[in-house]
Antibody
Framework: QIQLVQSGAEVKKPGASVKVSCEAS????????MHWVRQAPGQGLEWMGM????????SYAQRIQGRVTMTRDTSTRTVYMELSSLRSEDTAVYYC???????????????WGQGTLVTVSS | QSVLTQPPSVSGAPGQRVTISCAGS?????????VNWYQQLPGTAPKLLIY???NRPSGVPDRFSGSKSGTSASLAINGLQAEDEAEYYC???????????FGSGTTVTVL
């Protein structure tokens, strides 16, 4: 079955960086774009960006561009999201989400990781 | 502030029908972008409920249905059940900003 398994919770100080991983299984890794979505405590969902696991091309939300880097390792079927210059407002649960295919003119997310809580605190 | 506007909460008795609206604009839903819906139970990741405005993934009960008209979309839950208590989010694409956008979220309460 299709699974996205993320790395564990992190606690970071302001100004530090964090790197979250998302290991995919159960499907052809390079055939599906992967997106990252975050959710601050008690808040809604915020799209962060996406990566094409095949060629590695990326697209980021302008709000965090310059601080975020998404990469992938095809040998381990893993995508990574690194966020730098962390601030308290970056405290959130970070999700990886696979893009579904067919049936919609707008990309949708058919499988999600379990989420990784990143806490930024001094 | 979300680009897509949803009511903060809706409620209904078991067996009733409730609807959740998702209001967008001419740069997203009105521009032809489809709408997708997700259900999020407390402490869990979102789950795809509806894609392409009206389509249900396998395993999603047919009590859930979606529609789209103009610059807005709706999710309907027929025959409300206790297990439907959750947060619901709409999602689309905004061509003006180049962002994938989510609604503000709606809490469904079963009375």
């Amino acid at each position: 079955q299709i699974q996205l398994v993320q790395s564990g919770a992190e606690v970071k100080k302001p100004g530090a960086s964090v790197k979250v991983s998302c290991e995919a299984s159960g499907y052809i890794f390079t055939n599906y774009y992967m997106h990252w979505v975050r959710q601050a405590p008690g808040q809604g969902l915020e799209w962060m960006g996406m990566i094409n696991p095949s060629g590695g091309s990326t697209s980021y939300a302008q709000r965090i561009q310059g601080r975020v880097t998404m990469t992938r390792d095809t040998s381990t079927r893993t995508v990574y999201m690194e966020l730098s210059s962390l601030r308290s407002e970056d405290t959130a649960v970070y999700y990886c989400a696979r893009v579904g295919t067919g049936g919609s003119r707008t990309e949708y997310f058919d499988y999600w990781g379990q989420g990784t809580l990143v806490t930024v605190s001094s | 502030q979300s680009v897509l506007t949803q009511p903060p909460s809706v409620s209904g008795a078991p067996g009733q029908r409730v609807t959740i609206s998702c209001a967008g604009s001419s740069s997203n839903i009105g521009a032809g972008s489809d709408v997708n819906w997700y259900q999020q139970l407390p402490g869990t990741a979102p789950k795809l409920l509806i894609y392409g405005n009206i389509n249900r993934p396998s395993g999603v009960p047919d009590r859930f249905s979606g529609s789209k008209s103009g610059t807005s979309a709706s999710l309907a839950i027929n025959g409300l059940q206790a297990e439907d208590e959750a947060e619901y989010y709409c999602q689309s694409y905004d061509s003006l900003t180049g962002l994938f956008v989510f609604g503000s979220g709606t809490t469904v309460t079963v009375l």
